[in-house]
């Protein structure tokens, strides 16, 4: 699928959605959650090292949205909303393995009552794509509303975490500068 197929498909997807303004990630899953019935929780949890940052876990009756909590607020709402694009676009789920990995970040819950998990390595490259292009989207969108919300670009006034998050959201929409 090209590029710019995949962002008008992905563009679709981001205005059928009430995109709180000022944004609020938090605001927007509990949108995101109502209008498919059942709540998006969003639980911070320190991620393992070399694992993903981000994960949708789903239960009979709610979903979950673990990310890492130790990263800035960008990296953060973008994480939480690559796995919101990855409910928006209804992709399906890989079946959990033995309560892994959601048996650490939720070990009062019987492992049978987790019906599925999400994790990045698990998705086609489409529905990777997908969901990462969603994010950076929803992102351009709210950051044209209050332009100050995030530091500017220069590296010198953030932090590199943050640079390195800003130029993956860059070259993912395409922007090699």
């Given at each position: 699928?090209?590029?710019?197929?995949?962002?008008?498909?992905?563009a679709?997807?981001?205005?059928t959605?009430?995109?709180?303004?000022p944004?609020?990630?938090?605001?927007?899953?509990?949108?995101?959650?109502?209008r498919?019935?059942r709540?998006?929780?969003l639980?911070?949890y320190?991620?393992?090292?070399?694992g993903p940052?981000?994960l949708?876990?789903?239960?009979d009756?709610?979903?979950?949205?673990?990310?890492?909590?130790?990263?800035?607020?960008?990296?953060?709402?973008?994480?939480?909303?690559?796995?919101?694009?990855?409910?928006?676009?209804?992709?399906?789920?890989?079946?959990?393995?033995?309560?892994e990995?959601?048996?650490?970040?939720?070990?009062?819950?019987?492992?049978?009552t987790v019906?599925?998990?999400?994790?990045?390595?698990?998705?086609?490259?489409?529905?990777?794509?997908?969901?990462?292009?969603?994010?950076?989207?929803?992102?351009?969108?709210?950051?044209?509303?209050?332009?100050?919300?995030?530091?500017?670009?220069?590296?010198?006034?953030?932090?590199?975490?943050?640079?390195?998050?800003?130029?993956?959201?860059?070259?993912?929409?395409g922007?090699?500068?």
């Amino acid at each position: 699928m090209g590029m710019k197929r995949l962002r008008r498909q992905c563009a679709k997807v981001i205005d059928t959605v009430e995109i709180p303004d000022p944004f609020d990630v938090r605001e927007l899953s509990s949108r995101i959650g109502q209008r498919r019935g059942r709540p998006i929780h969003l639980i911070p949890y320190r991620m393992p090292a070399g694992g993903p940052c981000g994960l949708w876990v789903s239960t009979d009756n709610a979903d979950y949205i673990v990310y890492e909590e130790h990263t800035s607020t960008l990296h953060r709402e973008h994480i939480i909303l690559h796995e919101l694009g990855h409910l928006l676009c209804d992709h399906q789920m890989t079946p959990a393995h033995d309560g892994e990995p959601a048996g650490p970040v939720f070990p009062s819950l019987d492992p049978r009552t987790v019906e599925r998990v999400l994790q990045r390595t698990h998705y086609t490259a489409v529905e990777e794509q997908q969901a990462e292009l969603i994010a950076s989207l929803i992102l351009e969108r709210v950051s044209r509303w209050a332009p100050s919300r995030y530091p500017p670009s220069n590296a010198r006034e953030i932090s590199a975490r943050d640079a390195d998050t800003i130029d993956r959201i860059r070259r993912s929409l395409g922007d090699q500068g």
